[in-house]
């Protein structure tokens, strides 16, 4: 297997845990949805794909959600395509303080959708910060503001706990602050 942490070192600098909340605001910049967040960003090594991350999602009012993405590599990329999402992230060389990573994706099925990410990590690595424009038809739709701190690089520890949980049927407490009436 390829080794992703060599061909993108600003990508390993994600690895591991991180806890967050995604805010949503419509094209009026009115919030329409927040909810904490716990991302689990590997780079196995086994398996048939070199990036691997799980997106567990929850809301104030107990709904749940996970989502799974799984990535190949090439061309100094890593790439989805998968039922939700088809696309790419990739370092930004531009930045010569090497925090910057960018990613574009659709929605599968819709392509009158897709989306541009920025992400922002500290030179420290404890925070990042990601912003998501989505574009239909090419106008804004949305807007997402994701704000994030590192929580562990063990993120296997973290996977089995979270596994375990959900067999057992109980909650692991995750994510960030979320505002007032969120």
Same mark, same amino acid.
């Given at each position: 297997m +390829?080794? +992703?942490?060599k061909e993108m070192p600003l990508l390993a600098r994600h690895e591991g845990v991180w806890d967050g909340v995604y805010t949503y605001f419509n094209f009026n910049n009115e919030k329409i949805d927040e909810h904490q967040s716990r991302l689990l960003c590997r780079m196995p090594d086994t398996g048939d794909v070199p990036y691997h991350q799980t997106?567990?999602?929850k809301w104030a009012d107990?709904?749940?959600e996970i989502r799974d993405f799984p990535a190949e590599y090439r061309d100094g990329r890593i790439w989805w395509d998968n039922d939700l999402i088809q696309g790419w992230a990739a370092e930004v060389p531009l930045d010569e303080y090497n925090r910057t990573m960018m990613l574009y994706w659709q929605r599968t099925g819709d392509p009158s959708l897709y989306l541009y990410e920025q992400i922002q990590i500290s030179d420290d690595g404890q925070n990042r910060c990601r912003t998501w424009h989505w574009i239909r038809n090419g106008q804004l739709e949305t807007r997402t503001a994701i704000q994030e701190k590192f929580v562990t690089k063990d993120w296997r520890a973290i996977d089995a706990e979270m596994q375990a949980a959900a067999k057992n049927g109980t909650e692991v407490e995750f994510g960030g602050q979320l505002s007032a009436g969120g």
């Open positions: +390829i080794d +992703i942490a997106n567990h999602y107990g709904k749940t």
